[in-house]
């Protein structure tokens, strides 16, 4: 059975300089069995209800400005899959998680440039979830253990978001060896109680965690980590570093 996984997904950046956190995609990618389909939360599609994207083919979504005009060029032209979304949502509302069909939604880079470094062919149909996220913690863990039953259908779920993510305290000179003291404490604490499997803690991570609301000003790049964590199991580190001092690249699966 799949695991479900977390990523850190960095600068949209990524997708052109994979630093050593695109090797480690790859490598997860080739020792995971081949999902029949992909469901993903990105950080990048807060909403204020759940959405479910049923596009049949999403465009390639460049949600950002100031890059370099090479990256613009990328296209992930993964085909959706509009029969899984919608089981997806008959899924959430089972679980009395109201949720509804959206059509129209691109892919948001949250979701294609881990994708494109995991699996560059672009072949394996993508659904997007959306990110309630004035509604915390608990409810992307009760979106997660709702979908949990799709691994066992071969499909792979993931969120994507950051492990840390104040961007106004990246320090663009430094290398991946360099890393603030507060941005390692937050991870550690956070770590840590995903090992114990600590769900209380997890869930008041604002008030518990070291320099929580300084590694989150805001928290919509940290929750897809509950939703991981809800659809799955087990907890591992499959990836660990920083970047710019203060961006965590960590890559965790729940087997």
Excluded: C
């Excluded at 104040?166 to 937050?186: C, I, K, M, T």
């Amino acid at each position: 059975m799949l695991p479900s996984l977390f990523i850190s997904h960095g600068s949209p950046m990524l997708a052109l300089e994979p630093g050593a956190s695109g090797p480690a995609l790859a490598r997860l990618a080739a020792q995971l069995p081949r999902p029949k389909a992909i469901v993903l939360v990105s950080a990048h599609w807060e909403s204020d209800e759940l959405l479910v994207n049923a596009n049949p083919q999403p465009r390639t979504w460049h949600d950002f400005g100031g890059f370099p005009p090479a990256l613009y060029q990328v296209q992930y032209p993964a085909a959706g899959d509009p029969a899984l979304a919608a089981q997806v949502a008959e899924l959430l509302n089972a679980a009395h998680l109201p949720a509804r069909l959206d059509t129209q939604r691109p892919a948001d880079h949250g979701v294609w440039v881990p994708l494109s470094l995991m699996y560059p062919e672009a072949d394996i149909p993508v659904v997007q979830v959306s990110l309630p996220s004035r509604q915390g913690p608990a409810l992307q863990t009760r979106v997660g253990r709702a979908l949990a039953s799709l691994r066992q259908q071969g499909v792979l779920l993931i969120g994507s978001g950051s492990i840390t993510h104040n961007l106004r305290d990246l320090d663009w000179n430094a290398g991946p060896e360099s890393v603030e003291p507060w941005a390692q404490a937050f991870r550690d604490w956070m770590v840590e109680k995903l090992a114990a499997d600590d769900e209380p803690a997890l869930h008041d991570y604002r008030r518990q965690a070291p320099h929580a609301v300084r590694s989150h000003p805001s928290d919509e790049h940290l929750l897809p980590l509950y939703f991981a964590r809800g659809a799955g199991g087990v907890f591992s580190v499959a990836h660990q570093g920083f970047e710019m001092g203060t961006l965590g690249m960590d890559i965790y699966r729940f087997d």
